[in-house]
């Protein structure tokens, strides 16, 4: 079967107003920052907000694509302790943990701070993990913020936070793990296995089967960056539903390639998502802005926080995606921002060889929105420079006759490879996608 495009608009309106309305309404309070993370330190970022009141605007919340709260425990009297990596947090209680992520050269252990805010209701667990790259810094940002925001007398269910996943590869500003093994192709892991493969199986084993839903936090790499949107197989029903609960964040439908956390956790029957924004090796504070409230709201659809997020735009999804490439290498200028929408035919950015002047365009070879572009460098030919999420126009070619039409992988089973190219194999892991897609 042929790869078939698609946009599905999930209705959503957005929340700022609400929100500041709520913090003026004579009732509300402005809460005490709830109890200060230790390796974060100083003051959040956002306001620690208290919950807003129960939602006055159920009308509205009918054009919310998914507005239900996942199914959780109704009996508070069931709602005990959770247990993980041997330590039992009560309801209504945060606790710093440790993670251990296996040994240094010097043979020290490294200990990773894993959070949980265990919260006073019942209700689903929700991780966020971040710099499973280590130089993928915008994750580790959003992932403190949330930490900062969720309050453990307020919260049903659970947030467990780990914003440095990767900390052997972050404290070198590094993508990977100090032999060059990439953490991120390990996963689940085992216990025998390779120091990635040992690190990957610690950590899944005890912390992300604890999880009911995981976030895994990325950016572009190597000079890359994307639109802030998620990959997620939705081929999968649970994740798919996921998927709809983000707001207006864009979802590129990508089966995950193995090895890679969110595809064990989906495996694993836990649904995952990628969450891309941005670029590697900065801080971006748009998309962490951007990154708080997509989960803010994500909170709010689980039932864990009493929140009602409304967002005006719609949800795009896309089901295809291209890359397009430099033909002839040189310096590579565009002035073309990711998310914006493009046509057949459009130069969206010029090839110049720096010694002779000449140059080439890059020409779109499709309608549709750029997800993802490398940024201005010197660029070989054949280098992947501008990724463009593919709009059907056929209004026919929806979500749901996609579902159950093509419940099988129809280019492959390793879409984020050109995100995440294998140390040393980008240019085979990049042919490996355009084989999938073609
Ligand atoms: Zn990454």
């Given at each position: 079967m042929s790869p078939r495009a698609c946009v599905d608009v999930r209705i959503a309106m957005k929340c700022t107003c609400l929100a500041a309305t709520l913090l003026l309404t004579p009732g509300a309070k402005l809460a005490?920052?709830?109890?200060?993370?230790e390796p974060m330190?100083?003051?959040?970022?956002?306001n620690t907000l208290p919950d807003a009141p129960p939602d006055t605007t159920a009308g509205s919340a009918q054009l919310v694509g998914h507005n239900e709260a996942d199914p959780v425990q109704t009996v508070s009297s069931k709602w005990s302790a959770i247990d993980i990596l041997g330590t039992l947090v009560e309801p209504g209680t945060r606790r710093k943990l440790h993670w251990n992520a296996g040994q240094s050269f010097s043979g020290n252990t490294i200990n990773t701070p894993v959070f949980v805010v265990r919260g006073a209701k019942p209700g689903p667990t929700l991780c966020l993990t971040a710099a499973v790259h280590g130089d993928e810094l915008n994750g580790v940002e959003i992932t403190r913020r949330i930490l900062s925001y969720v309050q453990e007398n307020r919260l049903s269910g659970t947030v467990v936070g780990i914003p440095i996943v990767n900390l052997l590869g972050f404290s070198r500003g590094s993508r990977y793990l100090p032999d060059r093994r990439d953490l991120n192709r390990y996963f689940p892991g085992h216990p025998t296995g390779s120091s990635a493969s040992r690190i990957a199986n610690v950590f899944f084993e005890n912390v992300i089967r604890k999880c009911d839903r995981l976030v895994d936090f990325h950016t572009g790499s190597f000079k890359r960056t994307n639109l802030p949107q998620l990959r997620a197989d939705l081929t999968n029903p649970a994740v798919r539903k996921f998927t709809g609960r983000f707001g207006a964040t864009a979802v590129l439908h990508k089966f995950g390639g193995h090895g890679t956390l969110r595809r064990a956790a989906t495996d694993a029957g836990i649904p995952a998502v990628a969450f891309e924004l941005g670029e590697p090796s900065t801080l971006q504070l748009d998309h962490v802005e951007f990154g708080v409230k997509a989960i803010i709201a994500l909170l709010g659809k689980l039932g864990m926080v009493n929140r009602f997020s409304l967002w005006s735009e719609p949800q795009p999804i896309y089901y295809r995606s291209r890359w397009l490439r430099a033909h002839r290498g040189g310096i590579l200028t565009s002035t073309m921002r990711v998310g914006v929408r493009v046509n057949e035919g459009d130069v969206l950015g010029v090839v110049t060889n720096p010694l002779n002047n000449e140059y080439a365009e890059i020409l779109?070879?499709?309608?549709?929105?750029?997800l993802g572009r490398a940024l201005n460098q010197f660029v070989l030919p054949g280098f992947a420079v501008f990724h463009i999420g593919i709009e059907s126009r056929d209004i026919d070619e929806n979500v749901d006759s996609f579902a159950t039409e093509s419940m099988e992988p129809y280019y492959g089973s390793d879409g984020d490879d050109i995100d995440e190219p294998l140390e040393g194999q980008e240019d085979s892991a990049e042919r490996l996608v355009d084989e999938e897609l073609h």
């Open positions: 005490a920052n709830p109890t200060p993370l330190g100083g003051t959040p970022a956002i779109s070879e499709f309608d549709g929105r750029i």
